[in-house]
């Protein structure tokens, strides 16, 4: 069945970096956009960066764009969320997702916690 899991998520400063992970299995990752979204608390979840297949093109969220790296290794079924510059706004619970058709799969989510 289908599986996501990220990890890397932790408490870090302002202005401090972070790099997310998320291992795939079930499907033939390669064939597939992945996405990676977030949810603060009491907020509803947003799309915070998109990866085609290939790894081109990417699409951001205006508030990450120049800070935020979203990459992939289809040879590990791993997609990577490098973070930069990091805000006290961006504190969230961050989820990848993949779909297809009616269907869309989602990890269980890694706690970004940026404070000082």
């Known amino acids: 069945q289908v599986q996501l899991v990220e990890s890397g998520g932790r408490l870090v400063q302002p202005g401090g970096s972070l790099t997310l992970s998320c291992v795939a299995s079930?499907?033939?990752?390669?064939?597939?956009?992945m996405s990676w979204y977030r949810q603060a608390t009491g907020a509803e979840r947003e799309l915070v960066a998109r990866i085609s297949p290939g790894g081109t093109p990417r699409k951001y969220a205006d508030s990450v764009k120049g800070r935020f790296t979203v990459s992939r290794d289809n040879s590990r079924n791993t997609m990577f969320l490098l973070m930069n510059s990091l805000k006290v706004e961006d504190t969230a619970a961050y989820f990848c997702k993949v779909g297809w058709g009616s269907l869309t799969y989602w990890g269980p989510g890694t706690q970004v916690t940026v404070s000082s």
């Open positions: 079930g499907f033939t990752f390669s064939n597939y956009e």
